[in-house]
């Protein structure tokens, strides 16, 4: 089920004028991943949303998921540069674990230079597919987790896969989180807010692909709206593939695509 079926998700929402990114990894090398950025373009998007955004007075966040090492390498000190921070979300079970994640001595650094940090689950299972206990598990346990190693306070999640329903909301909620960032472009639609009770805020954000025009990231941080919603209808169409063929079906169709010489290294959107 997507969130948009979820009857009573307790949320509320924020303000229009909020616009956030979303990234993920960064390589000096030439990459076919679709969420690998060099770190010369990253610094070219940052110039243009950020001048975007306040040319249009939005408020401009930057996030990454899955602490990848090259976050605190190679965009962490861009960020800096250009006097911003960003918000890193961490699966909490993966620091010391996976020789590519972040080490929580690079974790605290991050937040030494001002970055906030954010819970991406302590395995970066998919929430919707948690049972009850193991849900409760990967949210509360990740939180305890950063908040010990690192000494700060965490209140925002970003849901792994960007999945999220309205037990997942309840479950954020229960487990301290004030804010959910999912995948989906944009302020969070009207139909998947319910009693505004002013207690978890579910943050809509554009997840950054390698090949995304600069245009298109620009009139996203200035708040166009056709550009939003066309970015927001490519994501459904994803989301109704994934439905339609399941998610181990999805990743071995993108797989299978993706080694085909004649396709480009671009999410195949020609099928969605
Ligand atoms: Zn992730």
Same mark, same amino acid.
């Given at each position: ?7 009573? $998700?307790?949320? %509320?929402?924020? &303000? @229009? ?17 679709? !969420?690998?950025?060099? &770190? ?36 962490? &000190? ?20 996976? /020789? ?14 001002? %970055?906030?940090?954010?819970? %991406? ?12 206990? $193991? ?33 997942? *909301?309840? +479950? ?7 804010? @959910? !960032?999912?995948?989906? &472009? ?7 807010? $319910?009693? /505004? ?22 009139? !996203? +941080?200035?708040?166009?709206? @056709?550009?939003? *919603? ?26 299978? @695509?993706?080694?085909? /010489?004649?396709?480009? $290294?671009?999410? /195949?959107?020609?099928?969605?």
């Amino acid at each position: 089920m997507t969130s948009h079926s979820m009857p009573h $998700a307790p949320v %509320h929402r924020r &303000p @229009l004028d909020r616009r956030v990114l979303g990234y993920h990894e960064f390589s000096q090398s030439d990459s076919r991943d679709v !969420y690998q950025l060099a &770190p010369e373009r990253f610094a070219e998007q940052l110039a243009a949303v950020r001048t975007a955004a306040m040319q249009t007075n939005h408020e401009l966040e930057i996030t990454f998921d899955d602490a990848h090492r090259s976050q605190v390498e190679l965009a962490a &000190p861009l960020l800096e540069q250009a006097g911003m921070t960003g918000i890193f979300f961490v699966p909490a079970g993966w620091v010391g674990v996976r /020789p590519q994640t972040a080490s929580w001595s690079d974790i605290h650094a991050l937040v030494r230079s001002g %970055h906030s940090i954010g819970s %991406h689950g302590q395995t970066h299972s998919l929430l919707t597919h948690c049972p009850p206990a $193991a849900l409760e598990a990967e949210l509360v346990r990740s939180r305890k987790t950063l908040e010990d190693q690192l000494g700060c306070v965490v209140q925002s999640i970003s849901v792994p896969g960007g999945r999220w329903n309205a037990a997942v *909301a309840s +479950a954020c909620l229960a487990a301290g989180y004030s804010q @959910l !960032y999912t995948s989906q &472009p944009g302020p969070a639609p009207a139909q998947d807010l $319910a009693e /505004p009770q002013g207690l978890l805020t579910i943050v809509g954000r554009l997840i950054v692909r390698r090949r995304m025009a600069l245009n298109t990231l620009a009139s !996203y +941080a200035a708040g166009n709206w @056709l550009a939003t *919603a066309h970015l927001r209808t490519e994501y459904q169409a994803k989301q109704a593939l994934k439905r339609l063929v399941g998610d181990v079906g999805y990743q071995a169709l993108w797989r299978r @695509l993706l080694r085909s /010489p004649v396709q480009s $290294a671009e999410e /195949p959107t020609v099928l969605l």
